[in-house]
């Protein structure tokens, strides 16, 4: 049983998905000790160029293809046209690393806790579902923002860290 913790984060394009991320990431392994993964929908470009190592090497039937930088940086590539979402997750949990939460970004079709990231207040209703427990995104710079609408509170990561982990129940 994968004990791993899925959070979906959603929102248009520029609604500050990319930060919330970056910035729960950071504060999950400062405050918390936690290792973290991301998985990204990239629906309007590739994530591996077409003539690249990697790129020739999934396409030649690996089935995944491990590159390094010179600053011992790595990116996996996985030959996943027949691999789910549910298998790519426990593929991470039997990893090197024990992985205690994972971030998706981008699938709006994922049954998980999820925090929605706007830029505007009328951003919220034609993209919400049941499974968000949280708003965020670049609201959270604007002054003039509320802190809770339709009763979900609207929080700013990096100033509400602790309320985030209680409304997500992590310890």
């Not at 949280?134 to 609207?154: A, D, E, Q, R, V």
């Amino acid at each position: 049983m994968v004990a791993i913790r899925i959070f979906d984060v959603i929102g248009y394009s520029g609604s500050g998905k990319t930060y919330f991320i970056m910035n729960a990431i950071k504060l999950l392994k400062l405050k918390m000790h936690l290792n973290v993964a991301v998985i990204k929908n990239v629906k309007h470009h590739q994530i591996d160029e077409k003539g690249k190592d990697s790129h020739i090497f999934t396409e030649s039937g690996a089935c995944y293809s491990v590159i390094q930088n010179l600053n011992k940086e790595m990116a996996v590539f996985l030959n996943a046209r027949d691999i789910s979402l549910d298998k790519l997750i426990k593929w991470l949990d039997q990893g090197p690393y024990k992985i205690n939460v994972i971030f998706t970004e981008g699938f709006r079709n994922l049954n998980n806790p999820t925090i929605l990231c706007i830029s505007k207040i009328d951003e919220i209703e034609p993209q919400l579902t049941d499974n968000v427990k949280m708003i965020s995104g670049i609201i959270c710079g604007k002054k003039s923002y509320n802190k809770i609408t339709l009763g979900i509170p609207i929080l700013n990561i990096e100033e509400d860290f602790q309320r985030f982990l209680d409304i997500f129940d992590i310890t």
